[in-house]
């Protein structure tokens, strides 16, 4: 049994900006990175290697491995406290931003600098799509494109790589208290560890894993909202304006049919649209690069319905599962069909994508999104696309693509204090896997922030 004083498990974008500050200090502490995934170099989706469709690795190159789901994602640095997570609700709105911006020059110090950071704060597209009834977010946005990204987590891992033991292909099983107060963590190799200090950083991969620990330890959690919708796929033209002047517009619309709040999200200009899986459930994403060469004609967001539930029923993310595995089941993955066929009743077929205008950049699945998404959601997502068409003229084509289904699955908020640490002491929750964060600024910045924590209480010095 090897004995640490601090493990973490998860080496997503919270693990790596966790082990990047204790790095930065002069940290004598022994800190053991435990992940489930691959090292970065070997990384790959196999659908970027050909295959047709996702073929379920276990566990998924997408969302596992060094750097976590961020590492080939679209690399898009939100920094915001208006969406992407609560963290300033745990450590004020103002340190929240400080952390955020700290992230941001961290990565900018590694290679990230050449990237343009955006704002909406003074645009004019804010004035425009008020007068069409749609609220543009306020935030600052640096896209690194998911060759800068990967470049740049090489980079923070060689920092690291001295101070740092990380360990791939490891999957957490289960952790146990200690009589002395520590913690004992044992791996799917039969390995054990010990360590005074135990960070959860296990990300949405790790929602069910994550639950689980907390009923046995009695640690609260509170059930979040699951968000359904589409990815929209259409010629890049279409939202070049936009793109051009804030990169990522998040905009929100309430629909007047249902009162429903509908909204942009994770904008990809001239990017393609990707598979994910988690825990064997393949839903859509997308992202693009940084290099000119890599770019596609098409840009892609997705647009997202959120959906909380109350008494009887609370389980947000088991109503999405069920709503992606009907769409698995129905396109043995992601199904895929034409804004015009949508609206005309009848599904797409390969014949009718034959005759599209717009290429997809995904291998999906013609078919029909309205088997799948219930009409509520559904009618919201067609009358948003008709509220864009206003300040994007061309999204409401026929030929325009709707990937399904998209769902952000939201875990579970983990009851921690100001700290991130749970009731148990010295065992602290952060990023995507404690429910408080969504993105990958605020999973980075809470990172940070326990790294600080951590930091103090080890004595460590700044280097
Ligand atoms: C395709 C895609 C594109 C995205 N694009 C963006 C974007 O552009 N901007 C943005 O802000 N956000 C984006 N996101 C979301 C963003 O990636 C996450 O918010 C962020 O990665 C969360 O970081 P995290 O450290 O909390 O968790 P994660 O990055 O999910 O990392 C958790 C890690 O824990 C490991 N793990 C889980 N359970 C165990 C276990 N039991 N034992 C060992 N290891 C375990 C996993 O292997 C994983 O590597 C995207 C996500 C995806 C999937």
């Known amino acids: 049994m090897k004995d640490y004083d601090i493990i973490i498990v998860g080496a997503g974008a919270s693990g790596v900006f966790l082990s990047y500050e204790l790095t930065k200090r002069d940290n004598s502490a022994k800190v053991l990175m435990l992940d489930k995934g691959a090292p970065l170099e070997k990384r790959q989706c196999p659908i970027k290697k050909g295959a047709k469709n996702c073929v379920k690795c276990n566990p998924c190159h997408i969302m596992n491995g060094y750097g976590g789901a961020g590492t080939l994602s679209d690399g898009k640095y939100n920094i915001t406290t208006h969406f992407g997570g609560d963290l300033h609700n745990y450590v004020g709105r103002e340190e929240a931003l400080e952390l955020m911006e700290y992230v941001d020059q961290v990565l900018c110090g590694m290679g990230g600098a050449d990237a343009k950071l955006y704002s909406t704060a003074s645009s004019e597209l804010k004035t425009i799509a008020l007068r069409n009834d749609l609220h543009l977010l306020e935030a600052k946005v640096r896209h690194l494109g998911t060759d800068r990204n990967v470049r740049i987590l090489g980079r923070i891992f060689d920092y690291c790589a001295s101070r740092i033991h990380t360990q791939f292909y490891t999957t957490i099983t289960d952790i146990q208290r200690q009589p002395d107060g520590g913690f004992l963590v044992k791996t799917d190799k039969d390995e054990s560890?010990?360590?005074?200090?135990l960070v959860l950083a296990t990300g949405r991969s790790g929602s069910k894993w994550i639950s689980s620990i907390c009923d046995k330890m009695g640690i609260g959690q509170e059930k979040n909202r699951v968000d359904i919708g589409v990815r929209v796929e259409l010629p890049a033209e279409i939202f070049k304006h936009i793109t051009d002047d804030v990169y990522e517009s998040k905009i929100v619309y309430k629909t007047d049919k249902y009162?429903?709040?509908?909204?942009?999200?994770?904008?990809?200009?001239?990017?393609?649209?990707?598979?994910?899986?988690?825990?064997?459930?393949?839903?859509?994403?997308?992202h693009s690069y940084a290099d000119p060469a890599l770019r596609t004609e098409n840009t892609n967001f997705a647009l997202l319905v959120s959906n909380k539930f109350t008494e009887p029923f609370k389980d947000s993310n088991e109503y999405g599962e069920s709503i992606a595995k009907l769409s698995n089941m129905l396109g043995g993955g992601v199904l895929l069909q034409r804004f015009g066929d949508l609206v005309k009743g009848r599904r797409s077929s390969e014949r009718r994508m034959q005759k599209c205008f717009t290429r997809p950049t995904l291998q999906a699945t013609p078919g029909d999104l309205s088997l799948v998404i219930p009409k509520r959601q559904l009618d919201n997502i067609i009358e948003m696309i008709y509220a864009l068409d206003k300040i994007a003229p061309g999204t409401a084509n026929e030929d325009t693509l709707l990937y399904g289904v998209e769902v952000k699955f939201y875990n579970s908020k983990v009851e921690v204090d100001h700290n991130l640490q749970t009731k148990v002491k010295g065992l602290y929750a952060l990023g995507d896997g404690s429910g408080v964060t969504h993105s990958l600024s605020q999973a980075s910045a809470s990172g940070v922030y326990v790294g600080r924590i951590l930091a103090e209480k080890y004595g460590f010095q700044a280097r």
């Open 193 to 197: 560890f010990t360590c005074k200090d």
């Open 259 to 286: 009162n429903d709040q509908v909204r942009t999200f994770c904008m990809n200009p001239y990017g393609e649209v990707v598979a994910e899986n988690t825990n064997g459930i393949v839903t859509v994403n997308g």
